[in-house]
Nanobody
Framework: QLQLVESGGGLVQPGGSLRLSCSAS????????IGWFRQAPGKEREGVSR???????IYADSVKGRFTISRDNARNAVFLQMNSVEPEDTAVYYC?????????????????WGQGTQVTVSS
């Protein structure tokens, strides 16, 4: 059974960078679509980015040009490079896995979730 673990969150100043990691504590990520989602207090969970099994990617409009998702199957990990962060990026970030392709990021397409990592953007 695949189990996901996120790391790399923390406090960062506006305009700064963070790199989140999603690794598998058991199982392998190779055969899954991996998505990053985030949830801010009082808001619904929203999709941030997804990488397919072949490496193709999609992004939410709010992070295009600032965030980059990548996967390293040899390391059994997926990364989210966050640049030029903004206070609006503050949230708990989750990685999730799905065996099913979908044209857009929808949290209900994903059935395996990590525990989340907090990202706070503040001066």
């Amino acid at each position: 059974q695949l189990q996901l673990v996120e790391s790399g969150g923390g406090l960062v100043q506006p305009g700064g960078s963070l790199r989140l990691s999603c690794s598998a504590s058991s199982g392998t990520l190779d055969n899954y679509y991996i998505g990053w989602f985030r949830q801010a207090p009082g808001k619904e969970r929203e999709g941030v980015s997804r990488v397919s099994r072949s490496g193709s990617t999609i992004y939410a409009d709010s992070v295009k040009g600032r965030f980059t998702i990548s996967r390293d199957n040899a390391r059994n990990a997926v990364f989210l490079q966050m640049n030029s962060v903004e206070p609006e990026d503050t949230a708990v970030y989750y990685c999730a896995a799905s065996r099913t392709w979908a044209p857009v990021l929808r949290h209900y397409d994903y059935d395996i979730w990590g525990q989340g990592t907090q990202v706070t953007v503040s001066s």
